[in-house]
Every structure is written in C-alpha cells, then in structure tokens.
C-alpha cells in the first residue's frame, strides 16, 4: 500500500513552526528585555533601553480656528493681547472652556520668559509657572496640573478643597493639599522661544500628565477629586507666553461642565 508523501510533509512543517508565545507576551517574543520596553510603553514612561522619550507631534491652530476657540473661552482674570491674540502677557491668567467635559486638556504654547508684571501669589511667594485646571467646579474647588518652572522646577498636582465655598473672596488661597505621584519624572528644560505641550488626563481615579509626551506625573487622586464635576481649563503665572493649541477634549454637551462653569466670566470671547 502506498502512503502519501503530504501528510508526512504536513507534519514535519507543523514541528518546524515555533510554538506561540507564552500568554500575556506582547509583541510575539519570550525575551525579558522586550517584554519591560513594552510593559513601560503602556505606562507611557520613556524605555530604559534606549533612553529617548516619546516624540509628539505639535502644532498651531490657524488663525479662524482659534478665533473660534477663543470665543467659547471664559477667561476670569488677565487677557490675550498680540495681533492673533494669542499672547498672554499679563501677570495672572485664568481660564476654562465652559463646555468642556474636565476629565483631560492639552495645551501647547511657545514660552517667550518672565513676565515683565510681576504678581505675588496670596501666600507671599514668587512662582513663575504654567498649568491646566481640570474638573473647575469654581475657584474654590478644582485640580491643578502645574509645571513650575521658577523658583524650582518641577511638576506639581494640588487639589483645591472648599466644598462649602465658591468664590475667592471666601476661600482665597485655602484648601490646597499637593498629591503624591506614584510615577514621576522632572520636567525637561525650558528655554526662551521653546515650544512644549502639557496634557494631562483622569481615567477613573487615576491621573497622568505628560509634557512633550514622557509622563511627569502619575497618581491615584482622593476621594474629594473623584466626586468634582466642572470644565478644564488653564492657568499661569508671572510668564509671558504663546498660545499655540488647546483642546479640553470632548463636549460637556449640557452636563455637568456646562452647569458648572463660571457664574460671571470677566472677558467673554
């Protein structure tokens, strides 16, 4: 009786293939090495392996684009000033996108210094940094995403807590408590006429910022940050600087950004 030469042949092929890879590897490979890069690519931190952060690409809204932008803008202190607009200038700025959904923002900008204004904070200190407000119920109750850039430079989450209060006139500068990271890094150097961007994003009661895509900061957020409901927004302080981008990512709608915005917006654009 003969026997056919396929399956043989189908069999010696089949002992050939190399097994699947064990469960849970990514990228289709046992080595221990490519299974951390890729384990940090998902906690979105720089791989050790060959040191070179994220790349991001940035860009600038065109003129019409940002008109648009600004104008659903509900800026509460300080102002744009420059040809297009987009300059901040001023000492302090204060703003929310009223329509924002407050879970996650983005901003890029070009730092152009130190303001020539020059504000103290209500404690009494000198700090130049830039920022990003999420979840903004009010001036009393909201999460901050600082980059610090003077004194010391740094990136630092405070939550603001005066559940009772809504206006500056009754909580001023009380209720800041800064969290701890889990994960962090320092934020890179900055110089005059640089462009970065800042994001930063809450996925249940986790938050994680970047700047210029390498996570800064990673942490869990209290009990009291959990249960805020209001837009996204941005904030400075004693720096001049461009705006190039914002995006406070998807719409309220008619939910809780929107009822949560504001009362009075002191430039409305």
């Known amino acids: 009786m003969k026997v056919s030469a396929a399956p043989v042949l189908l069999l010696f092929v089949a002992c050939r293939t190399p097994a699947p890879p064990p469960v849970g590897v990514a990228g289709g490979t046992s080595d221990p090495q490519a299974s951390t890069v890729e384990a940090q690519k998902k906690m979105m931190i720089p791989s050790p392996a060959t040191g070179a ?11 019409e684009r940002f008109k648009a932008l600004s104008r659903r803008l509900c800026v509460t202190e300080g102002e744009f000033s420059g040809a297009e607009g987009r300059v901040v200038a001023a000492s302090k ?4 996108h009223p329509q924002s959904s407050g879970d996650q ?9 130190p303001s020539k204004e020059r504000t103290l904070l209500k404690s009494g200190a000198s700090r130049e940094q830039i920022g990003l407000k999420l979840r903004a119920r009010d001036t009393c109750n909201l999460l901050y995403v600082m980059w610090r850039i003077a004194p010391t430079p740094s990136v630092v989450v405070s939550f603001k807590n005066n559940p009772d209060q809504s206006t500056h006139a009754e909580c001023e500068n009380n209720g800041y408590s800064n969290l701890k990271p889990t994960l962090g890094a320092p934020p890179p150097p900055i110089t005059e006429g640089s462009e970065h961007e800042l994001s ?3 996925v249940n009661d986790l938050l994680t910022a970047r700047i210029d895509g390498t996570l800064v900061w990673q942490g869990a957020l209290p009990e009291g940050v959990q249960q805020l409901k209001g837009p996204a927004g941005f904030r400075s302080d004693n720096v001049e600087w ?3 981008d914002f995006d406070a990512g998807a719409s309220a709608g008619a939910g809780a950004g929107v009822e949560a915005a504001p009362l009075h917006c002191r430039n409305e654009r």
């Not at 700025?93 to 929310?96: I, T």
């Not at 923002?105 to 210094?113: D, I, M, S």
């Open 93 to 96: 700025m204060r703003c929310v």
């Open 200 to 202: 930063a994003e809450i």
């Open 105 to 113: 923002a983005k901003l890029v900008f070009k730092y152009q210094g």
């Open 53 to 63: 952060p994220q790349t991001v690409a940035r860009g600038s809204l065109d003129s």
């Open 242 to 244: 461009t705006v190039l």
